[in-house]
Each structure stands twice: as structure tokens, then as C-alpha cells.
């Protein structure tokens, strides 16, 4: 099985994907991992990497072509990628809602060096503008808007839910899909 969780910054996709594949047994892979590591290389934020992926779709289609081949030669994942459930169609789809309030104080208690923020205020501003960069991005490129309920088996907010308790939804929801296929077989 393949699980792909997607969500804004801040959500809790890459915590829960974590948990998830640890959980299960399985391997975890996250874009966001793979765009930090590029932006690093680079010298610039992420941000900063997503404004240059708004002009030079190269960005997006190695990370591209990373998901679509793990999700062709691999099984038994967890990957947190906001696109996963478009280059991964045969996985599980779960979306992390969060509210914009909650996932700027998330990222700044966090306090993720690859990203310093000023104080929160600073944090609601770069989330914006990287919502806004992506949503540019994959309309463009894909004509996908990623927040589309109707991409995903299960959608959760998070905004008020600890990791565990996110995580054990989403297993809830996996247990009863498998049951129903397995009724299904009969």
C-alpha cells in the first residue's frame, strides 16, 4: 500500500507522515525534504526555490519524476507531497486542512532553520505567498488545484489534533477501506 499526504505548509504533512509510516511498518520519503536539500544546494530559501520553480519548471519535474518512478518500483511508503496523490493515482490520498492562523504558529514555534521568521506575522506572510507560488505553479503546469477536495480519499483538519490523534484517524480510515475491499472479494 501507498499512502500520499498532502496539505499546506504547516498542516503537519511531513509529522504525520512520519508517525504513519512508522506506525505501519513502511518507508517514508517527503518532498518538502527533497526541495530543502535543493534549495540548500542552491544557497537560497525555499521560498526563494519556489519563486525560481515559477520560471523554470525543471524544479518541478525532477521532483516529479522522483514520485512518479517511487510510486512505479516501490510499495509499502508514506510520502508527504502535495501533488503525491496526482503522480501516485493508486495510492491512499489523504489531505491535512489546517487553519492559516494554526499552521503560521506551527512553523514559527518550530522554528525551522531553513526558514527563519521574524515573528508570527512574518510566518502568515511567507505561508501566504508560498500558497500562493505553489497554487501558481501547479495550475500552470498541471492545471491541478491541489486544495480540491475531490482529489483525496480522506480529508482531516488538523488544526486542532495532535499528531497521534491525526495519525490514528488516517489508520482508522485505511483499516476500514481495507475491510471493505476485503468484503468486496468475497
Known amino acids: 500500500m501507498i499512502i500520499t499526504i498532502s496539505g499546506i505548509a504547516g498542516s503537519g504533512k511531513s509529522t504525520v507522515a512520519k508517525m504513519?509510516?512508522?506506525?505501519?511498518?513502511?518507508?517514508?520519503?517527503?518532498?518538502?525534504?527533497?526541495m530543502r536539500a535543493m534549495a540548500n544546494e542552491r544557497g537560497i530559501t525555499l521560498l526563494e526555490l519556489g519563486k525560481l520553480a515559477e520560471k523554470d519548471r525543471t524544479i518541478d519535474e525532477e521532483l516529479d519524476r522522483r514520485q512518479i518512478q517511487l510510486g512505479k518500483v516501490e510499495d509499502n511508503f508514506v510520502i508527504d507531497s502535495r501533488l503525491g496523490f496526482h503522480f501516485i493515482p493508486h495510492s491512499f490520498k489523504a489531505f491535512l486542512k489546517v487553519s492559516l492562523d494554526e499552521a503560521a504558529r506551527r512553523i514559527f514555534t518550530e522554528g525551522r532553520a531553513h526558514e527563519p521568521y521574524i515573528d508570527l506575522n512574518d510566518s502568515m506572510s511567507k505561508i501566504k505567498k508560498r500558497i500562493a507560488s505553489e497554487d501558481k505553479r501547479y495550475l500552470s503546469y498541471y492545471g491541478i488545484n491541489y486544495h480540491d477536495n475531490s482529489h483525496y480519499d480522506f480529508i482531516i483538519d488538523t488544526t486542532s489534533l495532535s499528531p497521534e490523534g491525526?495519525?490514528?484517524?488516517?489508520?482508522?480510515r485505511?483499516?476500514?477501506?481495507?475491510?471493505?475491499?476485503?468484503?468486496?472479494k468475497r
Open 20 to 34: 504513519l509510516a512508522e506506525k505501519l511498518g513502511f518507508r517514508h520519503y517527503s518532498i518538502g525534504d527533497i
Open 166 to 172: 491525526v495519525v490514528l484517524q488516517i489508520t482508522k
Open 174 to 184: 485505511i483499516n476500514l477501506r481495507r475491510a471493505v475491499k476485503a468484503h468486496s
